[in-house]
């Protein structure tokens, strides 16, 4: 079975800085996807980003990268220039890319808080 | 597009009463929509994966016969707390999968049971 661990339960950081959210993950496939999902006090999951296993390239969306060291099993999520909005519990996730195994598999998340 | 809704999002009930929640994938058909559960300050676990037309597939240590799970179209899926107790208080997020792609998981609002 596939395990995801984060250990860092809290993070924090100065507005505008850049924080990094660690992440390592155990499997024995070779192709699957990681994922970072957000959860504002709201509780609603949001998708921040994603990386195919089978893709070297590190994944970017805007403020958001992932440094995916797949030999080492890590992932972790870089946050530039870190905004008030950015503070919420950070999830990483892990998914088999077989087809009818599509479950998630979280870590236990990062608390991110901004310091304004 | 890729939006899920939850129905109710919160809902109070006394011991030994079932307790019925919806999700409803509203721009998009679903084959397969995953049910999760939170407790507070944790991570989300997997309970059940719910196929279209099919049993669902239920996680260990899950109690099938009390987290009913009827997925009897493409765009709605729900989940029954049967004879609640306040150990099932909790928080209960489902996702949809959209089709094509890698099939990525959308996530619903949440719905927040309290078992008095």
């Known amino acids: 079975a596939q395990t995801v661990t984060q250990s860092q339960p809290e993070m924090s950081v100065q507005e505008a800085e850049t924080v990094t959210l660690s992440c390592t993950y155990d499997?024995?496939?070779?192709?699957?996807?990681l994922f970072w999902y957000k959860q504002p006090p709201s509780r609603q999951m949001i998708l921040v980003i994603r990386?195919?296993?089978?893709?070297?390239q590190n994944a970017t969306e805007n403020r958001f990268s992932v440094n995916f060291q797949k030999a080492a099993k890590s992932f972790s999520l870089k946050i530039s220039d870190s905004q008030l909005g950015d503070a919420a519990m950070y999830f990483c996730?892990?998914?088999?890319?077989?087809?009818?195994?599509?479950?998630?598999?979280f870590g236990t998340g990062t608390r991110l808080t901004i310091i304004p | 597009g890729a939006v899920v809704s939850q129905h109710p999002s919160w809902v109070i009930c006394k011991s030994g009463t079932s307790v019925k929640i919806e999700c409803r994938s509203l721009?998009?058909?679903?084959?397969?929509m995953f049910w999760y559960r939170q407790f507070p300050k944790q991570s989300l676990m997997l309970m059940a994966t719910?196929?279209?037309?099919?049993?669902?597939?239920?996680e260990q240590g899950v109690e099938k016969d009390k987290f009913l799970i009827n997925h009897a179209s493409l765009t709605l899926s729900t989940l029954t707390v049967t004879s609640a107790h306040p150990e099932d208080s909790s928080f209960y997020i489902c996702?949809?999968?959209?089709?094509?792609?890698?099939?990525?998981?959308?996530f619903g609002p949440g719905t927040r049971l309290t078992v008095l």
């Open positions: 990386q195919e296993a089978y893709k070297q």
């Open positions: 721009d998009f058909q679903a084959t397969t």
């Open positions: 719910s196929n279209e037309g099919s049993k669902a597939t239920y």
């Open positions: 996702s949809a999968r959209t089709s094509g792609g890698i099939n990525e998981q959308f």
């Open positions: 499997t024995s496939e070779s192709d699957y996807y």
């Open positions: 996730a892990y998914r088999s890319a077989d087809f009818g195994n599509e479950k998630l598999t």
